[in-house]
């Protein structure tokens, strides 16, 4: 029994909360002076670190502990302590919704172009199709070594059973349905048609990852056995005095191509039509679509982390007032000083 209350006085010590704080803060100092993004990193080790869990679940206890052990001392039907307690509630409510948020939240990487179909488990059998794609480039542009990559905020526009629509961007999130997303990549997707002696044997669109333009990326068409490298060079260069833009046309866009098997290559060029290789194989490109990568995510705790914020902004405006109230020590009604 002695050994039981030892643990209990330790668990809800202000040594032990000194500790816990000291710690994180060199975490996150050490974190934030040698990788960066510390907070990121930490919600990443809470989700799976069992290490990480069992230190935010004693600091959550020992938070709880030590103001429980604060409104006992006041007692309960203090006003004072009724005023201190929207902040002392929201305060435990958002450790443990924080806590569930992080490791019950569900996400999916959506790689998705004009078309498709999205369908995610925790909708409820409700699917989504997309209408279109609101593409970051204009069509035709001109860039230069200082230029920004994107023109404009990618997008895609979704289409629910009953024809209404949401428009997702980069930021903030955008909610649909039950779920939170946002683009986090844009792209284009080369239309290619691979022929053998003048025969169509394939035809569709590639999702690549051209872009800044700098950019190369590779795909393979099943079940042949050729590895294609593309990379998008400008349809033509555009001298201006000294300085040169390249201009890039993305109705029908140039490519630096290389086609290898196994590893041997066995044709390179650039081209904006067609290249030929491999005794009568050849390759033609035909205007891109656009694609987007999508992150959805669902968390049901959501509502209850909002309630929580909610209680502490609530009891940060109410907390001030609790310490001008006392109770009077000849009536058991309180006054304000």
């Not at 209350?5 to 040698?34: D, E, H, K, N, P």
């Not at 068409?221 to 201009?247: A, C, H, M």
């Not at 030929?276 to 959501?302: C, L, Q, R, T």
């Not at 020590?329 to 006054?335: K, M, Q």
Request: charged share 20%; glycine share 8%.
């Amino acid at each position: 029994m002695n050994r039981l209350r030892q643990i209990l006085a330790f668990l809800g010590s202000r040594t032990l909360t000194v500790w816990l704080v000291a710690s994180f803060i060199l975490y996150y100092l050490t974190m934030a002076v040698w990788f960066g993004e510390a907070f990121a990193r930490y919600i990443s080790h809470l989700a799976s670190s069992t290490l990480f869990r069992l230190c935010y679940v004693l600091f959550a206890v020992n938070c709880t502990m030590l103001l429980v052990r604060s409104i006992r001392k006041t007692g309960w039907t203090n006003m004072g302590t009724l005023l201190r307690l929207p902040l002392f509630t929201g305060f435990i409510l958002f450790l443990l919704t924080f806590f569930m948020s992080v490791n019950m939240r569900e996400f999916r990487w959506l790689f998705l172009g004009r078309g498709d179909t999205v369908s995610l488990p925790w909708e409820k059998g409700g699917t989504y199709r997309v209408d279109h794609v609101e593409p970051a480039l204009k069509k035709n542009i001109l860039r230069g070594p200082d230029s920004a990559i994107f023109d404009f905020e990618p997008g895609i526009v979704l289409l629910d059973g009953a024809g209404g629509k949401h428009s997702v961007g980069a930021y903030p999130p955008r909610a649909v349905g039950s779920s939170f997303m946002h683009v986090l990549n844009f792209g284009i997707g080369p239309g290619v048609e691979l022929k053998r002696q003048g025969v169509t044997i394939y035809q569709g669109y590639v999702g690549l990852r051209l872009i800044p333009f700098s950019s190369e990326d590779t795909f393979t068409i099943d079940p042949f056995p050729y590895t294609f490298s593309l990379k998008i060079i400008p349809n033509k260069v555009i001298k201006r005095g000294r300085e040169s833009v390249d201009n890039y046309d993305l109705e029908q866009p140039a490519y630096r191509v290389t086609v290898t098997q196994g590893d041997r290559e066995i044709a390179h060029g650039e081209t904006s039509t067609s290249l030929s290789f491999d005794d009568g194989m050849s390759i033609n490109f035909h205007p891109p679509d656009d694609w987007v990568m999508v992150e959805a995510a669902y968390d049901p705790f959501i509502p209850w982390l909002a309630l929580s914020i909610g209680l502490c902004i609530i009891g940060m405006v109410l907390y001030p007032c609790s310490f001008l109230v006392r109770r009077s020590p000849d009536s058991a009604a309180p006054s304000l000083l």
